[in-house]
Each structure stands twice: as C-alpha cells, then as structure tokens.
T-cell receptor
Framework: ETGVTQSPTHLIKTRGQQVTLRCSSQ?????VSWYQQALGQGPQFIFQ???????GRGNFPPRFSGLQFPNYSSELNVNALELDDSALYLC????????????FGQGTRLTVV | QKEVEQNSGPLSVPEGAIASLNCTYS??????FFWYRQYSGKSPELIMS????GDKEDGRFTAQLNKASQYVSLLIRDSQPSDSATYLC????????????FGKGTRLHILP
C-alpha cells in the first residue's frame, strides 16, 4: 500500500507567478484535503475534494484553486503568488468524508521571493 | 467560528515522566478528534484518533475525550527524547461538507 506522495518537495517562485502542486492519494482513499502551514502555526484548511468535486473550502481567496482526477490524485493551483503564500503545503488523503482519519504527504515547501 | 485551542508551550518534561497535552474546542457538534505529531520540518503524523467519551490507549499514548467539557487530551507515558515534537490537536465535525480543523500545536521538549 503506497502512502500519500506530493511533488515537488521544494519550490521557489517569484511574486506574481503561478504554481501547481501535486498530490497522489493513498490507495483506496477518495478524499483529498489541502492545507497551508505557516511557520509556527497549525495547518490551515484550504479545500477538500471528494470524488472529483470540491467538498468544502476554507478562508482562502479564489486564486487558490484545485482539481481532483478520476484516480483521486489532486492538484493545488495558486495564481498571482504573494510573499505571504510562502509556507508548507500539505495534502492529506482519507478513505471518505465525515470524520475519517486523514494521512498527510511529506509536503511541499513553497518560497515566494 | 469553529476553533481548536492549544497551549503553544514549550512544555518541558523529564525523560521517563508523563507528558500531558491539552486541547479545547469551540463547538459541541464535534464528532472526531485526532492527535498528530509533527517533527520540525516534517509533515504531521497521525498518532491517535478518538470518537467517543472516555479513554483510548495505544502503547504509551492515551487519548482522553470529554465532550461535555469540550476537552481532549493526550498523555504520553515514559516520555522519551524522541517524543520531542509539536503535537497538533485536530477536530472534525463529521458533516458531509466537513474539514479537519487544527490547533496551533504544543511544542513538547523531553529533557534527558
């Protein structure tokens, strides 16, 4: 059974650019959630995808968008990058919605300069 | 606004002692509760989940849930230096349009 994998692990972008982060969910999991974690803070919920549909969104602007594919892998896209977008981006997969356990990938460290 | 509160610490505990980590949450409708461990520079790792009132034990870890008091705790017995990490409390409200809300975490330091 493969775990949650994210790519890339590190990324440096310039303010105003766009970025795409990728996540492969754990085998058997149909739900993917994305989180942003700033230094010294807990993970902040961005959005969740369940069976290719957005299933909830946190307080993030529309320039944060996502997709889930038929194999349940997912992408997080961020447009018009700002310096404050520098953070660890975490993907978590779970076998369903409704309070099931979520397992994280290793994260993508995004630095915006 | 659903919130999860934790003392940021650091909490310093001698090796071999019991570490007690606490968490409160704002909404009585909460259904699922989780404790994650996060080492510096790494992603969170699920160590315990608890869904009903009372205690749940797994090895050296015990999770305690009191829904009436909106309180969940994690006890680590026989603390080891390798337990030094940030512990994140997380709560899920169990609806279809759900999400897991995390606290800011408590930094635990086990003193050799």
């Amino acid at each position: 059974e493969t775990g949650v994998t994210q790519s890339p692990t590190h990324l440096i972008k310039t303010r105003g650019q766009q970025v795409t982060l990728r996540c492969s969910s754990q085998s058997g999991h149909n739900t993917v959630s994305w989180y942003q974690q700033a230094l010294g803070q807990g993970p902040q919920f961005i959005f969740q995808y369940y069976r290719e549909e957005e299933n909830g969104r946190g307080n993030f602007p529309p320039r944060f968008s996502g997709l889930q594919f038929p194999n349940y892998s997912s992408e997080l896209n961020v447009n018009a990058l700002e310096l404050d977008d520098s953070a660890l981006y975490l993907c978590a997969s779970s076998p369903g919605t409704g309070g099931t356990e979520a397992f994280f990938g290793q994260g993508t460290r995004l630095t915006v300069v | 606004q659903k919130e999860v509160e934790q003392n940021s610490g650091p909490l310093s505990v001698p090796e071999g002692a019991i570490a007690s980590l606490n968490c409160t949450y704002s909404d009585r409708g909460s259904q699922s509760f989780f404790w994650y461990r996060q080492y510096s520079g790494k992603s969170p790792e699920l160590i315990m989940s608890i869904y009903s009132n009372g205690d749940k034990e797994d090895g050296r870890f015990t999770a305690q849930l009191n829904k009436a008091s909106q309180y969940v705790s994690l006890l680590i017995r026989d603390s080891q230096p390798s337990d030094s990490a940030t512990y994140l409390c997380a709560v899920n409200w169990g609806n279809r349009d759900d999400k897991i809300i995390f606290g800011k975490g408590t930094r635990l330091h086990i003193l050799p």
